[in-house]
């Protein structure tokens, strides 16, 4: 089975607006599509059980639709902050945008393109790190439940928080039915519906970047510059692995994701401050796509566990934190970090501690094959893979890029 664009797939918010819209035609409301409806309920924060915190609250617009708030020390948190004021996550809150371009969680198979490792065949896509929410609307309907993040009893809650809003009710109404509050589950099912139509829409997926440029001719790397030699590498079957996990179509596609959504383990240590923030108790492991209850029948569970879906290259410049857990603050050690994998590879200590790299916080099940394939990079090729996924940065964020982006030649 092969990866299917998701704007292609019969969704949720079709099969809602074909079989409920409402009889009241002389009576247009404020929010008269499920865009408008899904970006205000997006951006509420009455629906959280202490009225403090949005879906926004966590995917900021300003920032790339990642959680960009600052603990007490002003760095970026590598958590987010629930509701109450006092949880903190596990977990680095993901990117919003373009996750409308991740398939369905499914066990299938993936072409691969630059690289010499062949297909993949395996658990992929989804929403969120373990894939657990099948699509976008699973999704938008996760967080208004989770006791670390908007903390609302149940879904009646949050229904009885949405017919609060005069403008939600009617227009839940003409959009869906005039019945459509009988049914709690139909409700929080429109309500999923409307937030996941709003990203899909352009406002998540600009496709503005340096990089999208250039395949329109408005924009061309300088052939002397850093970016221009990092994407060399990036897309170099020889000299790295980076396409075989973070390439989704064939060159030069123009919706090109840099994200297979293949499930991988690459060794990435636990993060102890998170940790110790959060409360988590003593010899915790996070278990990744193994927690996911929809592979709980698989044959062999304890091979999926360290395993976590690869994220989006897209605004990765501007979206550190990185990692599933936030471990690492710098593109430049994520970098560093692969590379360390590789023979005879210079780096062997984390820059960001001083010390050797911490061990894998699951240390089986690691992609192995595909992380030593390949020569040891230089700094000159680091900075060069560096510089190149800055030219990902879509236009309203590139003012936000680290300073260091001013030595990539962009």
């Known amino acids: 089975m092969n990866l299917i664009r998701p704007f292609l797939l ?3 918010s079709a099969a809602l607006l074909a079989c409920g819209g409402s009889d009241k035609k002389d009576s247009v409301p404020a929010l008269n599509t499920q865009e408008t409806l899904g970006a205000a309920l997006f951006n509420d924060t009455n629906l959280s059980l202490n009225r403090t915190q949005s879906c926004a609250t966590c995917h900021m617009a300003d920032h790339a639709f990642v959680d960009a708030s600052t603990d007490s020390s002003g760095a970026t948190r590598a958590v987010s902050l629930g509701d109450d004021g006092v949880s903190l996550g596990d977990r680095n809150t993901p990117t ?49 439940l989770n006791p670390v993040e908007m903390n609302m009893p149940d879904k009646a809650s949050v229904i009885s928080r949405v017919l609060e809003n005069t403008d939600y009710a009617e227009a839940f109404e003409y959009l869906y ?41 408005d924009y061309t790397y300088n052939p002397a510059s850093l970016a221009t030699t990092g994407k060399a590498l990036f897309f170099s079957g020889q000299f790295t692995n980076c396409s075989t996990c973070h390439q989704l179509q ?24 998170a940790r110790t923030a959060n409360g988590s108790a003593a010899g915790f492991t996070d278990l990744g796509l ?33 990692m599933h857990n936030g471990v690492f603050a710098s593109l430049d050690t994520v970098i560093r ?10 780096n062997t ?27 040891k990079l230089s700094d000159t090729d680091i900075q060069g893979l560096v510089c190149f996924l800055y030219s990902l940065t879509d236009e309203q964020f590139e003012d936000q890029l680290p ?8």
């Open 10 to 12: 019969l969704t949720l």
């Open 349 to 375: 200590i984390n820059p960001e501690t001083g010390v050797a790299w911490a061990s894998p916080e699951i240390d089986r099940n690691i992609s192995s094959v595909i992380l030593q394939s390949g020569p």
């Open 290 to 322: 193994a927690a996911n209850d929809a592979v709980a029948d698989a044959n062999n569970l304890s091979a999926l566990e360290g395993k976590f879906r690869v994220p989006t290259l897209r605004n990765i410049g501007v979206t550190a934190p990185y």
């Open 250 to 273: 064939r060159n030069n596609h123009r919706e090109e994701t840099f994200s297979g959504y293949e499930f991988h383990n690459i060794g990435v240590p636990e993060n102890t401050a």
């Open 177 to 217: 039915g005039d019945n459509i509050f009988d049914d709690t589950e139909a409700a929080y099912d429109a309500l999923t519906a409307a937030i996941a139509s709003f990203e899909r829409t352009a406002t998540f997926a600009p496709f503005s970047s340096k990089y999208d440029k250039s395949l329109t001719g």
């Open 96 to 144: 919003a945008m373009y996750a409308a371009f991740a398939p369905d969680f499914q066990f299938a198979e993936r072409s691969r393109f630059n690289t010499n490792q062949g297909g993949y065949t395996g658990w992929l896509g989804g929403q969120f790190w373990d894939g657990r929410a099948t699509d976008l609307e699973a999704q938008a309907g996760g967080p208004f």
């Open 337 to 346: 970090f692969y590379d360390k994998h590789l023979a005879n590879s210079d």
């Open 403 to 410: 300073a260091d982006a001013a030595e990539c030649g962009l």
